[in-house]
């Protein structure tokens, strides 16, 4: 068995390890040559916990290879899966395809032999259909099937979620197609991993759909701890009286500032869009697009009232500027608002990061990066908590109160024990939690 991944990004680059784990022989191309040099040397482009060892281990053993040459590595695969990105397309947040298209031009022209197409990246509706008419009419010759087999993976918890997953979805009418790829997930079949066979319209929809109900989960909690905060309740004990209920479930329940990421605001948009265009609305979506955003942008509004309503020519900390814990990844992260509108308030933000300070540079001007989180902190009017990286989960709140200017601290994530930072001298507040500061 032989698999060409095309487009060594995030998912990618982790797919195409973790099927090489499976004993697979695979190729991950990209078109960037600089990425493909990189790799050859050993170095690993993006931060995913667990990845660097998988890729060497499976370098050493000759079943994983980098290259630039697509059409080597598409001549001698069964299966070619596509995982280039697919960003919102600027102006109308529709999934641009323009990647997803030329891969499959250069599939057409490449493949020899019965070739399995299976696209990995999240792609709308009909994009399946779309491929199969671009092969078809670049090879009338070609001997193929596509196949919709989307992702799930967790930045962060990538690997895991890859080799353990809660479900596979396989979408495709091809027999034959599906006993392909009953092989190439053939380690999972042993597990009794359930494997959801669908057609390509389905598994295609089942992408979008599965994140914009988790986008919506989150932001439902949002809004319930803003209630909370209005009437004097515990976001933490709703989250967990309803997330006992089997039919919530307890996970995606942690209100904080907002989602992030290079997934859920893009589909969530890209499935709202597809939707209007097909004549159905989501209008749940729609909503959830609408109020994350202006969560993201509020947040610093709650800053600026710790603060005692202003911001001007102060000295604000911000620690952790990912969209979450442990990834270097920054698209969409609601720092980005976050530190935006505290400066555009009159505010000089010193920022730390534990991974994500590199990626951060290319999005985020105009900050302070410091070298650790009590640098950043050093002479600070006020510490806004944004990222629950592990590293913030336990500072040392004397010595923090030391550092600081005032010992205010904004917790964004409820990392903090409420009443034992207020026992530590600090005006604190958090999302959803009683503010016992406002209320004395
Ligand atoms: C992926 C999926 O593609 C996207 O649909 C999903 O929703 C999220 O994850 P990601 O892996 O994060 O995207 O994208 P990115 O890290 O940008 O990687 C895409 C890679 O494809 C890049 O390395 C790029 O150089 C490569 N590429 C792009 C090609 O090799 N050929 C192209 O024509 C275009
Ligand atoms: C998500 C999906 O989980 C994954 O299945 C899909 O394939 C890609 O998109 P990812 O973007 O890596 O994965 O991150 P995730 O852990 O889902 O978090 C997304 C955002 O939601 C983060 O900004 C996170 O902080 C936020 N979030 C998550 C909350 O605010 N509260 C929660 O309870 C959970």
Redesign the pocket.
Known sequence: MQIAM?????????SGACFSEFGIDVKC????SG?IARLLKGEI??FEPGLDELIERNIAEGRLEFTTD?KQAVSAADAVF??????SRRGDGF?DL???H??AR?IAVAMTGYTVVVT????PVGTGAEIERIIRDTRPDADFDVVSNP?F?REGAAIGDFMRPDRVVIGTESERARKTMQRIYRPLYLMETPIVHTSVESAELT?YAA?AFLAAKITFINEIADLCEKVGGDVHDVARGIGLDGRIGRKFLHAGPGYGG??FP??TLALARTAQQAGAPLRIVESVIEINAERKRNMAQRVIAQCGGTVEGKTIAVLGLTFKPNTD?M?DAPSLDIVSALQAAGARVRVYDPQGMEEAKKLMDGADYCEGAYEAMDGADALVIVTEWNAFRALDLARVKQTMKTPIMVDLRNIYDPEEVRAAGFDYTCIGRPNLALEA
């Open positions: 095309i487009g060594a990004g995030y998912v990618g680059l982790v191309v990209d078109t960037d990425k482009p993006i697509l596509i995982a280039v990105g697919t960003p999934a323009s990647y997803v030329a891969a250069e990995k990246s999240t792609v992702e993976l992408k994140n290079s997934c893009k589909d990844d698209r």
